[in-house]
């Protein structure tokens, strides 16, 4: 091939390395599961998970980054938390209405150990550990934050989840209450998110209870939320009250306002473009130099966690379950 | 019925101009306030607080512009008519403003993408072809203009109609999912050319039964 046609290749049709680097695992599943390489095979279902296992050793190197910070007054005044709000500014500016004390989760669905359990039990015997993710807003920027909390998991493990759990559903508080966005219906409330269990069992997959050492404040999804790095930012879903072991896929928030825009998987992807704007860049909100010229970078595929979680979607299309 | 005289207008020309400047001033001083502090008022995004501020004034401008023949013929008050060019010259300038703000700082160097985005995202194609149809009406906002195009400039400037349209549509469709506020801007442009297609029907109805009789 001459240089000049080498030059001609779309940047789309070139393998993406994380799959380049898996391709003999990626050959592997095909070898070993021939009926789920077909695309469209299943229209109503995904395929279930390869059966290609990411090693401590490899999930750990994501567990911490060393691109600069943002600053903690830039995370917890500018957030999508529309229970209290759909300006950025709302959720930091509202009263503190929202009672994190006693909290408790109801868990439930496909589980030996099922039940509603206090939020210090449900972490009782781990120690928080700080995690630096980079997080990736679907609406094109992203901020590095230092999260505090538990592996999601270890505390999925003590309910004991059966072989008919496939994935995992998460739903928030939605007491018009104590959270006055509730009264606006800009989300068919209350808000529900999910993950496939592979996903939910990926070592990186955080459930935070604290942004640089403290705990979080009721903007930030206090007193429990998901961190979900390799995904768009509405899948770190906040204020958690309900956890479900289900069968069958989920119905999310987004997906169910808007099912062209925000598909099931959401992982952060150059490629996709979402509807109505790019997805190919980001603007990073972090550092120290002046953020009128905040940084305007190119997206990682799976926000940069490709090592720790390209395994989990080798023969997916990923056009298709976006 | 308010008939300025020379010092009268100029004064209230003045303080239309202050006005129309504030917002444009309180944005710059904030500005300066987060190039030098590292905080400004402008939250977390100030690149994408600037955008947004400038374009929502350069929507309130384009909507204050239309508002005037209607408040001309309402209040019996033709001089305001005196103040529709410069509000619409306002609204071209902060629409100018919105859009270098997003290729200087939005877009910060990835020039490649902004010709995908015009192509491929439609709320950029609206609001990029509105911005771009003010030019003309920009350019032939001069007296000399209006004299030489005659006629047609009247019908030249008719497309201050699509352009509202579009910068309402263009504030529409880049929402997520809380479409009150571009809601009520499209509600305040729908009475703004509503009037007039009322005006336009009654004018034709009178016609019709002046002849018929």
């Not at chain 2, 309402?74 to 100018?96: E, H, I, K």
């Not at chain 2, 997003?102 to 509105?130: C, H, M, N, S």
């Amino acid at each position: 091939m001459s240089l000049r046609d080498a030059l001609k290749i779309p940047s789309s049709q070139i393998t993406d390395e994380a799959v380049y680097r898996k391709r003999r695992q990626f050959l592997a599943a095909f070898a070993a599961v021939p009926a789920l390489a077909l695309p469209g095979c299943s229209e109503a279902e995904p395929p279930p998970p390869p059966k290609v296992a990411i090693t401590p050793a490899q999930a750990r190197s994501g567990f911490r980054t060393d691109e600069p910070l943002t600053r903690f007054e830039d995370i917890t005044t500018y957030n999508n938390f529309y229970e209290f709000g759909t300006d950025k500014a709302d959720p930091s500016q509202a009263k503190r209405t929202l009672r994190t004390r006693p909290w408790s989760v109801a868990v439930g669905g496909h589980c030996a150990k099922p039940g509603t359990v206090s939020l210090d039990d449900l972490i009782k015997g781990f120690t928080p550990e700080e995690r630096v993710y980079r997080l990736r807003c679907v609406e094109g920027w992203s901020m590095v934050i230092p999260w505090l909390g538990v592996p999601l998991s270890a505390v999925l493990k003590r309910f004991q989840p059966t072989a008919q759990a496939k994935f995992v559903a998460f739903t928030t508080l939605a007491d018009p209450k104590q959270m006055p966005g509730v009264a606006y219906r800009s989300i068919d409330w209350p808000y529900r998110e999910g993950l496939r269990i592979d996903e939910a069992m990926n070592p990186l997959t955080l459930l935070a209870t604290g942004i640089y050492g403290k705990p979080l404040l009721q903007q930030n999804g206090a007193p429990l939320r998901l961190v979900v790095p390799w995904k768009y930012g509405f899948k770190s879903i906040k204020s958690i009250v309900a956890i479900d072991f289900v069968e069958k896929m989920p119905e999310t928030a987004w997906h169910e306002l808007q099912p062209s825009e925000y598909g099931f998987f959401s992982n952060v992807n150059p490629s996709v473009d979402h509807p109505r704007w790019s997805q190919k860049t980001e603007r990073r909100i972090a550092g120290t130099t002046s953020k009128l010229f905040a940084e305007r970078i190119p997206t990682r595929m799976f926000n940069g966690y490709a090592d720790q979680v390209a395994g989990m979607y080798t023969g997916l299309d990923l056009k298709k379950w976006f | 019925m308010w008939r300025p005289g020379p010092r009268a207008l100029f004064a209230s020309k003045t303080l239309v101009h202050l006005l129309a400047l504030t917002p444009a001033a309180i944005l710059a001083w904030q500005i300066r306030a987060e190039f030098l502090t590292g905080s400004g008022g402008l939250g977390a995004d100030p690149v994408a607080a600037i955008e947004h501020r400038l374009g929502l004034w350069a929507l309130r401008l384009l909507l204050i512009t239309l508002a005037i023949t209607p408040l001309r013929q309402l209040t019996n008050q033709p001089a305001l008519l005196r103040f529709r060019r410069m509000l619409g010259l306002y609204a071209f300038a902060y629409a100018t403003l919105h859009l270098t703000a997003y290729l200087v700082l939005d877009l910060r160097g990835f020039w490649a993408q902004i010709f995908e985005e015009i192509v491929k995202r439609p709320y950029i194609t609206v609001g990029f072809a509105a911005w771009l149809m003010l030019l003309p009406l920009a350019i032939t906002s001069t007296q000399a203009a209006i004299r030489r195009l005659g006629r047609n400039w009247a019908r030249l400037h008719q497309l201050v109609y699509v352009i509202a349209v579009l910068a309402v549509l263009h504030f529409w469709w880049l929402v997520k999912s809380d479409i009150r506020e571009p809601a009520m801007y499209a509600g305040i442009l729908a009475v703004l050319l509503g009037w007039r297609a009322w005006k336009k029907l009654r004018a034709i109805s009178a016609r019709r039964t002046a002849t018929a009789g």
